[in-house]
């Protein structure tokens, strides 16, 4: 079973930068998608960028060119750099796995949640 910790959220002022990390424990298959995505206030969870095990990544269009994923280099720790912070940035973000434990099933785990706050 595969758990999901989160950490590195806080308080930043816009234009500031935050890292989270996300460390993975339990059966990590060779081959999975992790990610990040977030809930703001008032809104649904969305996705923010993900990270396929050779490296290819994703973006939300909203945060191109500003937040960077990157693997540890065990894949077991997953980062978000996050640059050039602005107020809608605001939200509780989750760390995401995705794995298939058999032929027939698609297992999808989620962290516990580190909030990011951005407010002058």
């Known amino acids: 079973q595969v758990q999901l910790v989160e950490s590195g959220g806080g308080l930043v002022q816009p234009g500031g930068s935050l890292r989270l990390s996300c460390a993975a424990s339990?059966?990590?298959?060779?081959?999975?998608?992790m990610g990040w995505h977030r809930q703001a206030p008032g809104k649904e969870r969305e996705l923010v960028a993900s990270i396929i095990s050779g490296g290819t990544t994703v973006y939300s269009d909203s945060v191109k060119g500003r937040f960077t994923i990157s693997r540890g280099n065990a894949q077991n720790t997953v980062y978000l750099e996050m640059n050039s912070l602005n107020p809608e940035d605001t939200a509780v973000y989750y760390c995401?796995?995705?794995?298939?434990?058999?032929?027939?099933?698609?297992?999808?785990?989620w962290g516990q949640g580190t909030l990011v706050t951005v407010s002058s």
């Open positions: 995401k796995w995705a794995g298939k434990p058999n032929f027939y099933r698609t297992l999808e785990i």
């Open positions: 339990g059966s990590i298959f060779s081959t999975n998608v």
